[in-house]
């Protein structure tokens, strides 16, 4: 049984779309992460959330406590979005994370 | 500020040796965590210290240890390698806020582990 649960696994989109990933989770949570992974490995942290929304430029991650479902989105998708988005999930004392979401992002 | 490093960048061991890696978290942070990656598993908690404590243990067997010193730096080692420990280790820098959980991690490029 996975704790963290992403869809889709895969996405392509054209350039400019408006995207949107969803996680779900299983267990109670202290925070939730959206990360970004790069071909080569590098992940960058995007959001850390623990009610309501955040934005940073074109993301935008929302959260539901009660429905345990957080969302990310890119509003006007660009090629360099192209990456692995990985949702985190951080209990008491313990991380667990989802697959991924590998994005392509159509020129 | 400097990112977080990580020592060395790429490793080819043997199964049954052991190995050690490095990592030096951005200044002032005082919590790191590590985690191993895979193409099967996925990403996975190994473990958090902070000021040279183990806070928060996955569940990975005792092979796995690390240790923390006085300046943060942080190193993990793995003894007795098998074929499956083949993968990329992240580990990831944070301070803590006033209630004592996570802030934001910061993530190194990772020491990618090669088992034959």
């Known amino acids: 049984k996975n704790e963290v649960e992403q869809s889709p696994q895969n996405l392509t989109a054209q350039e400019g779309e408006f995207i949107t990933i969803n996680c779900s989770y299983s267990v109670g949570i202290s925070a939730l992460h959206w990360l970004q992974q790069h071909p080569g490995g590098g992940i960058v942290s995007l959001f850390m959330l623990s009610s309501g929304k955040k934005k940073h430029g074109r993301l935008i991650a929302t959260i539901n406590i009660q429905e345990k479902h957080s969302s990310l989105h890119i509003t006007a998708s660009h090629p360099r979005d192209s990456a692995v988005y990985i949702c985190a999930v951080a209990t008491g004392n313990q991380f667990y994370f989802g697959t991924g979401t590998s994005l392509t992002v159509i020129p | ?116």
């Open chain 2, 1 to 116: 500020k400097a990112g977080v490093t990580q020592t060395p960048r790429y490793l080819i061991k043997t199964r049954g040796q052991q190995v050690t890696l490095s990592c030096s978290p951005i200044s002032g942070h005082r919590s790191v965590s590590w985690y191993q990656q895979t193409p099967g598993q996925g990403l996975q908690f190994l473990f958090e210290y902070f000021s040279e404590t183990q806070r928060n243990k996955g569940n990975f067997p005792g092979r796995f240890s690390g240790r923390q010193f006085s300046n943060s730096r942080s190193e993990m080692n793995v003894s007795t390698l098998e074929l499956g420990d083949s993968a990329l280790y992240l580990c990831a820098s944070s301070s803590l806020n006033t209630r004592g959980s996570y802030n934001e991690q910061f993530f190194g490029p990772g020491t990618r582990l090669t088992v034959l």
